[in-house]
């Protein structure tokens, strides 16, 4: 029997059960638990897996539901499992009733752990992704059952609210800031109060999250007010100061006002207008949609998220990350291979296809990346665009697809992410970093030398169409999505959470092998502080050296980046580019980019951009005028901007110079 304990009475309100097949993995399993909790914490829930294999586990939910109706009737209607939309969506969809009783707490662990009386497990609690829009705990694929029974770790998640219930911003009373946060947060004391009566050991949690909730996992270690309740954390595919991961106060003021469609300069109004926002939403959106559809938002800009606002957020958080304003912890920061594709293919729906690559003409490629980075000044759009070329086959339409979603994988995740891994190192703490490939590397063409990815720079030289778009030769066989858009965002959590030994998903042996390392890595982490036993096998990231470790399928090994050509443009130029922009006559502030606060567009002195010809050179573009004018200035260097090594110290000794580079 599974208990849902609820905070106000911490007694049982409910039960629920579902069956699963067979589950292969090691000789621990779960027995039920009868958990001492506080009763002014979150509610809870246990989960257990049977002698036969079998599991047993909670479904909760958040949304929109009347709780007093509930309240009258705690029998809930079974949820219809007939989905019949494509299952590389339907896996991300809320799988139970929705509900704004949404707060709820998981945790997972094993009899061997419970009965040891040794209090000392490692606890890894698991933080969900979805942009800070949507997601919940109960997703099939996020089920902590086969990552606690293999590893005998406690593994726990929780719900916290997204959207604008979780981030909407005035800074008053009636609509503080951050409430998704402070509700992780809120769970996490919970489980340094508590966990010690699941036999576990409050001095090793570990957080760990994917997307947004790598961004939260970071935001928690980064803020004063909440760092002392992790010990490590895993921030798979997100951090904190990624350009969607966080708003200032302004900005998300401004997102609320839109929401809530009154003047953000009226104080008192605001006041008035901030306690039915809630009431609003529902009587205006229907049951299950999210309250962010009625607000406009650009390619992977979405208008609530964590926000600086001097509490959880004293500071911006590159300024943060900058100061070394954060504790000495360990980390295990990573990114995945093509964390672009999908977020090319949702909101350009029109030019990419989920099933088959797109040759995309010059001018379509040009129109897609405008849009992409239109926030951006012209001279800025004119460096991405170069940066993003290959100019021996400037009109090959897969080359021209492939570089578009390497250009917002870079920009949003893999990046970000290597900035943030850089500091906390320079920092004084321990990082470690990964690279999802699944196939090996070494299988690949032109891996050395490689640009914008792990393909060659040069043109097709004889390599079929494959090669040029640089598909996987293998993948997660169950992957859904087409060939081309490789190994994705978000494809590695099936491993993380032992998806590949659940015998009915008909994974390889390959894979469940892959799996078993992921999980073997992050539960030695977890305990220890260190994912290897032998630091030669995974060694720490550091500026000197940002060697990553390769979970791939076929082999192990060790890289040096992950792409550091593109990522030195983004966390290295351009931020040098903004601040010579920004000493021209009449520059003001620009658009942010990763590793600098950021300011707005210089327009003075330059000519209207305007879409070049296929065979035009971008010698001619406003770019390189500017830039030229830009150079000469010879500004001394801002102290707080030089972050990163030369390119002889970090590896690139053989990426080109620019003209009148030294």
Request: charged share 25%.
């Amino acid at each position: 029997m599974l208990l849902r304990i609820r905070r106000d009475f911490a007694r049982i309100v409910g039960t629920s059960f579902s069956s699963n097949d067979l589950l292969d993995v090691g000789a621990s399993t779960c027995a039920p638990v009868r958990p001492r909790t506080s009763d002014d914490g979150p509610r809870g829930s246990v989960s257990r897996t049977l002698p036969s294999r079998r599991t047993r586990e909670e479904r909760v939910a958040c949304g929109f539901r009347d709780e007093e109706r509930r309240r009258r009737s705690e029998y809930e209607r079974p949820l219809s499992t007939s989905r019949t939309g494509f299952i590389g969506e339907e896996i991300w969809n809320p799988n139970t009733p929705l509900n704004e009783d949404c707060l709820y707490l998981n945790v997972w662990v094993t009899e061997k752990v419970q009965n040891s009386g040794t209090k000392d497990a490692p606890v890894m609690v698991w933080i969900y992704g979805g942009g800070y829009m949507s997601g919940t705990s109960t997703l099939e694929i996020y089920d902590g059952a086969i990552l606690a029974a293999s590893r005998d770790v406690i593994v726990a998640s929780m719900n916290y609210r997204v959207g604008a219930f979780g981030f909407l911003c005035f800074g008053v009373p009636e609509a503080p800031c951050n409430q998704g946060l402070w509700d992780q947060a809120m769970a996490l004391r919970w489980i340094q109060d508590n966990i010690e009566h699941f036999g576990g050991d409050s001095r090793k949690v570990t957080g760990f999250g994917e997307s947004a909730g790598g961004g939260s996992v970071s935001t928690l270690l980064l803020s004063p007010a909440t760092r002392h309740l992790l010990r490590r954390g895993i921030l798979q595919s997100g951090t904190i100061n990624a350009p969607w991961s966080y708003k200032t106060f302004d900005e998300e003021r401004h997102a609320s006002a839109d929401l809530v469609r009154t003047s953000s300069s009226d104080a008192r109004k605001r006041r008035t207008t901030a306690r039915p926002i809630a009431k609003r939403e529902r009587e205006r959106n229907p049951v299950g949609s999210s309250p962010m559809r009625s607000v406009d938002f650009q390619v992977m800009d979405f208008p609530f998220a964590p926000t600086v606002d001097g509490d959880l957020l004293p500071k911006h958080p590159v300024v943060m990350l900058q100061e070394g304003d954060f504790s000495n912890v360990e980390l295990i920061v990573g990114s995945n291979r093509d964390e672009g594709t999908y977020f090319v293919l949702y909101d350009f729906i029109n030019a990419f296809n989920k099933d088959d690559p797109s040759l995309l003409t010059r001018d379509q490629y040009l129109a897609i990346m405008s849009e992409i980075f239109k926030q951006m000044s012209p001279i800025q759009k004119e460096a991405i665009i170069f940066q993003y070329t290959d100019w021996d086959y400037m009109d090959n339409g897969l080359k021209n697809q492939k570089m578009i979603a390497s250009a917002v994988g870079d920009y949003f995740f893999v990046c970000p992410s290597n900035f943030f891994a850089q500091q906390f190192a320079l920092g004084g703490a321990t990082v470690y970093y990964y690279y999802f490939t699944w196939v090996s590397l070494s299988s690949e063409p032109g891996v050395k030398g490689v640009r914008g990815g792990q393909g060659s720079q040069g043109g097709l030289g004889g390599r079929n169409r494959c090669d040029v778009l640089r598909l996987p030769l293998q993948r997660t066989s169950s992957n859904p999505w087409g060939r081309w858009m490789g190994v994705m965002h978000g494809d590695e959590i099936d491993y993380v959470f032992g998806v590949p030994f659940n015998r009915s998903r008909n994974h390889l042996p390959i894979e469940r092998a892959l799996s078993e390392r992921i999980m073997t890595h992050f539960a030695r982490f977890a305990e220890t502080g260190s994912p290897a036993k032998d630091e030669p096998e995974w060694p720490p990231y550091t500026r000197s050296e940002p060697k990553y470790y390769v979970f791939d399928a076929e082999k192990r090994g060790l890289g040096s980046g992950p792409r550091a050509f593109d990522c030195a443009f983004w966390n290295e130029f351009m931020p040098h580019l903004g601040r010579q922009e920004h000493a021209l006559p009449g520059c003001g502030e620009r658009p942010r980019i990763l590793a600098s606060v950021a300011a707005e567009p210089c327009e003075r002195g330059l000519r209207s951009p305007t879409r070049r010809a296929s065979s035009e050179r971008v010698e001619t573009s406003p770019f390189w005028g500017c830039f030229a004018f830009a150079r000469v200035l010879v500004l001394p260097p801002d102290p707080r901007h030089e972050r990163f090594p030369t390119a002889t110290e970090s590896g690139n000794a053989g990426r080109p110079h620019l003209d009148g580079e030294e």
